[in-house]
C-alpha cells in the first residue's frame, strides 16, 4: 500500500509541472489573450533576476561552462518574451523562435536545478 501512495505522489508532482509549465507556454503565446501577457511579465520579472546571478550550482552531468550556457539560453528565452521584440525578416524570427522554444524547453528540463 505504501508503495502506491508513493507512485501516487510522484505521479500528482509530474502533473503539478506539467500543469505549470502550461501555464507558462499559454502566457508567452502569441494569441492575443486577456490578463496573459501581465502573467507572462510578472513570470519574467520572478525569473530573470534569479538567471542573471547564475548562483546555482552545475548539475552533476554537467560541468559549468556547459551550465552557464544553458542558462544564457533560458535568460534569452525570457528577456525576448519581456521585450516582445518583432522582427520584420521571416528568416530571423524563425530563428529567433527556435531560440525561445530551445530556452524554454530547456528551462523545463533545468527548472529543479534552478
Keep these: 500500500m505504501e508503495h502506491i ?4 505522489k510522484h505521479y500528482r508532482r509530474i502533473l503539478d509541472a506539467v500543469n505549470f509549465f502550461k501555464k507558462i507556454k499559454n502566457a508567452f503565446s502569441s494569441k492575443k489573450k486577456k490578463g496573459h501577457e ?4 510578472k ?3 520572478a525569473v530573470l533576476p534569479v538567471l542573471s546571478e547564475r548562483i546555482s550550482p552545475a548539475p552533476a552531468d554537467l560541468n559549468q561552462e556547459e551550465w552557464n550556457l544553458i542558462l544564457k539560453k ?6 525576448i518574451k519581456q521585450q516582445r521584440i518583432y522582427l520584420k525578416s521571416p ?5 529567433q523562435k527556435k531560440k525561445v522554444e530551445e530556452g524554454f524547453r530547456l ?3 533545468y527548472f529543479n536545478q534552478l
Design 91 to 95: 528568416a530571423k524570427i524563425k530563428i
Design 74 to 79: 533560458i535568460e534569452f528565452a525570457f528577456i
Design 38 to 41: 501581465h502573467i507572462g511579465r
Design 107 to 109: 528551462f523545463e528540463i
Design 43 to 45: 513570470v519574467c520579472n
Design 5 to 8: 501512495r508513493c507512485r501516487h
